[in-house]
């Protein structure tokens, strides 16, 4: 029998779909008017729609590069286009949205003047990791919900410009060795395994709490000689053997890179630990963007009881100016976050 911190596994069986449990949150709202469970399930579709083309990707000749660049100057992948194009797609029609922005778009995305405009507005990175496609690595969609702000038929970039704690919902999406749907309205978070047989996300991981301090540091280490004294002294210190405590043995923290951020945070999210894409001498800033990759994960991460800094400050309260912005990003369980600044505060 296998188990985690979330608890004993569910069987699909079980039969919660990803659309009853949506529908039956939305039923105890007063008011609600369904457009939300109406936008996550256009979402979902986008996933079966990208997860089947992501599992055939070698077979259908879309392995590789379409010969762009995307806005951030990073060569574009035929599936990360595929991607993009099938989530706009999914879900510009609904009638839910104000406005899109997409990693793989410099400029937030209009909604069509022949569809309705609705109250909500997503953000989200359609195939993040992807420079792992063509070796089979664990892969993943991240999308963030907001409420609009502005007035007008339109939503504007000062819609998708909002602070991560104003998300409504987060989630993400991982294409691994098995497809799971993991979101969050920030009352407890939730996983879905896609039944390939069926086509349906059902609930596989309820209420995952991510453990007080793990046994897993994930970093590319390949980047040392830009880090910071203080971002050195920090991984030798998880490099040492833990204090014994009463009778136990001293541990040791694993080394954990996928490489990919949805899967190492997965990981980290399940088995606890911590993730860190920092600031170093080639990327000041890092080099996660901050609206669609840092906030939902910042989001979900303390909806299952962990943290997630920037190395100083809440990535849910750094307050966005710019759509691609970039952060340094220390994710993953609350006392590991906390060593981690504690390290980087030292002169
Ligand atoms: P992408 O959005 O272009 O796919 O890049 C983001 C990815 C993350 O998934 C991952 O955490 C990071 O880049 C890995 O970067 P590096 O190869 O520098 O370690
Ligand atoms: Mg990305």
Not at 200 to 221: D, M
């Amino acid at each position: 029998m296998i188990t985690h911190s979330w608890g004993p596994a569910t069987t699909l069986s079980a039969g919660t779909t990803l659309e009853r449990h949506i529908l039956e949150r939305q039923r105890q709202i007063p008011g609600a008017t369904g457009d939300f469970t109406g936008l996550f399930q256009q979402i979902a579709l986008a996933a079966k729609i990208i997860n089947s083309r992501v599992r055939q990707a070698g077979l259908a000749g879309i392995l590789g590069l379409t010969g762009a660049r995307n806005v951030q100057g990073e060569e574009v992948q035929k599936l990360d286009e595929f991607a993009n194009n099938v989530l706009v797609r999914s879900v510009e029609a609904g009638g839910h949205l104000c406005v899109m922005a997409s990693e793989e778009e410099e400029e937030p995305i209009r909604i069509p003047d022949h569809y309705p405009t609705g109250k909500y507005v997503l953000l989200f990175d359609p195939l993040d990791g992807s420079s792992n496609i063509d070796v089979d690595i664990s892969i993943g969609t991240i999308f963030s919900i907001h409420r609009r702000q502005t007035l007008g038929r339109h939503g504007t970039l000062a819609d998708c410009l909002q602070r991560g704690s104003s998300q409504v919902a987060a989630g993400y999406v991982i294409y691994g060795s098995s497809t799971v749907l993991v979101y969050s309205t920030g009352d407890g978070v939730h996983g879905f395994t896609l039944d390939p047989a069926v086509g349906e996300f059902f609930l596989s991981h309820e209420n995952i709490r991510i453990p007080a301090r793990g046994k897993s540091y994930s970093i590319n280490e390949g980047n040392t000689h830009l880090w910071s004294p203080q971002l050195r002294r920090w991984i030798e210190h998880v490099k040492m053997p833990r204090a014994a405590v009463e009778g136990a043995k001293a541990e040791t923290y694993s080394a954990r890179y996928v490489g990919s951020l949805v899967a190492d945070f997965h990981r980290t999210l399940l088995k606890g630990g911590v993730f860190a894409y920092p600031a170093d001498k080639k990327s000041p800033d890092g080099k996660l963007r901050l609206l669609y990759e840092a906030a939902p994960m910042a989001f979900i991460c303390e909806a299952a009881g962990g943290a997630a800094s920037n190395g100083s400050k809440r990535i849910l309260e750094i307050e966005p100016s710019r759509l691609h912005q970039r952060t340094p990003l220390y994710i993953g369980s609350r006392e590991d976050i906390a060593t981690a600044e504690r390290f980087l505060r030292e002169p």
